[in-house]
């Protein structure tokens, strides 16, 4: 439930931020226990935009926040 709250707050951000930007939420099956962004790119490449591996203990440093993984978009179309 938690994972699936903050990828729809996620997803919420980047559509706000983006209107034209398709958002998917595991297009393919995800790793256990794991929370990351990646922006995948025209020409097929793909960009890391956050990752919660390696993070915590506590469990909510595992997720973003909605606005950093914005930033983090925004960066790359700068």
Known sequence: RVFGRN???VSAALRGAMAQLPVDINPRPPRRNSFEVSLVK???STVE???????GP??????PEPETVV???KSNFA
């Open 7 to 9: 990828a729809a707050a």
């Open 42 to 44: 025209e020409d097929g």
């Open 49 to 55: 935009l956050w990752s919660g591996i390696g993070k």
């Open 58 to 63: 506590p469990r909510k440093l595992k997720f």
């Open 71 to 73: 930033e983090a978009l």
